[in-house]
């Protein structure tokens, strides 16, 4: 087998392992979520909500709890388990955040809750997990854009079965 492949595979395995605590917490916001929307109903100064009923209070609650959790069980793994809680928070949390600035940035271009908007979808959340995470480790560009490319099609797989599951209204 080709050593460049290997070293793809290995690579790539690494960065899903990293993100880990971000893709479970923003699958855990979705599954766990409901509630009470985290703009608790009040709409920004366009007239339009602010967030959208999506991204709820106990969401952010849960799903940074989960990131935290998966965090911590890495760290204990690697035998740092100060810094895999800390760092299973940054990633859990800047992945709901950045999914809040997502739903921000479609009500500010009049993309209503649950309408698509390719790439903003699947990336807002990869994007705030490693913002918040960048407090806390430096990942390598290279890393970065392998985690870009890999979250697009691990988010669309991700939905597409939460649709065929009941959790999602559409597959995307």
């Not at 999914?99 to 271009?109: E, H, L, N, T, V």
């Not at 854009?145 to 939460?162: E, K, P, Q, R, T």
Request: a positive charge; glycine letters at 12%; charged letters at 10%.
């Amino acid at each position: 087998m080709d050593s460049n492949f290997i070293n793809v595979f290995v690579l790539s395995m690494y960065a899903i392992y990293f993100m880990l605590p971000a893709y479970l917490s923003n699958v855990s916001a979705l599954a766990f979520g409901g509630g009470t929307p985290l703009d608790f109903n009040h709409n920004f100064r366009d007239g339009r909500r602010i967030f959208g009923k999506g991204v709820t209070v106990r969401g952010i609650l849960v799903g940074a709890l989960i990131g935290t959790i998966v965090g911590s069980v890495q760290g204990f793994v690697a035998g740092n388990i100060v810094q895999g809680i800390v760092l299973g928070f940054c990633l859990g949390f800047g992945a709901l955040i950045g999914d809040a600035c997502g739903s921000f940035i479609k009500r500010r271009i009049k993309i209503e809750s649950g309408k698509p908007a390719p790439l903003l979808d699947q990336l807002d959340f990869v994007v705030g997990a490693l913002f918040f995470a960048s407090f806390i480790v430096v990942v390598p560009i290279n890393m970065i854009i392998l985690i870009l490319i890999i979250s697009i099609f691990l988010h669309l797989g991700a939905n597409m079965v939460a649709y065929l599951l009941g959790l999602k209204d559409v597959w995307y």
